[in-house]
């Protein structure tokens, strides 16, 4: 089954439902979800120059601010999952903003629309701290209209 993504471009990675993502209720956890969402957010920077060491050098990253996620089906172990995520948001300052939709192929369902906004910071200090221009040039360069 063909995927309709809900934007353009996606940048996306499979994932399978693991035991150990589900709760008492016998689905995913909602927890699964938060972390997924992390998982695709690192795998974008890595595939677009920016991993962990490169945010070291530059004593920079982008930290989760504020974290939007609508569950809208559940999602069960085995299952097969594919996990898209665009940059929707660069202000060149301050902060970043991603989208992502979380899909089951097997019937082409859409189980998670979310959107995070980060913020950088100075990974010495803590503090708040204006976006590098690498940071800039390239989370800028993959920026996706709504």
């Not at 940059?87 to 989208?99: E, Q």
């Amino acid at each position: 089954m063909a995927q309709e993504w809900d934007l353009p471009d996606p940048f996306v990675i499979e994932l399978e439902v693991q035991a150990s993502a589900i709760d008492k209720y016998g689905h995913a956890n909602n927890a699964a979800y938060l972390r997924w969402v992390e998982q695709v957010s690192w795998a974008h920077s890595e595939h677009l120059g920016l991993d962990l060491a490169r945010y070291r050098e530059l004593d920079r990253a982008m930290a989760v601010h504020r974290h939007e996620l609508d569950y809208l089906a559940p999602a069960f172990e085995g299952e097969r999952l594919a996990l898209a995520t665009w940059i929707i948001g660069c202000d060149g300052r301050l902060t970043l903003t991603r989208r992502f939709q979380l899909v089951r192929p097997a019937d082409g369902r859409t189980l998670l629309r979310a959107r995070t906004r980060f913020a950088c910071i100075e990974l010495s200090s803590g503090r708040p701290r204006r976006l590098p221009e690498e940071y800039v040039a390239i989370y800028g360069g993959a920026l996706v209209l709504e």
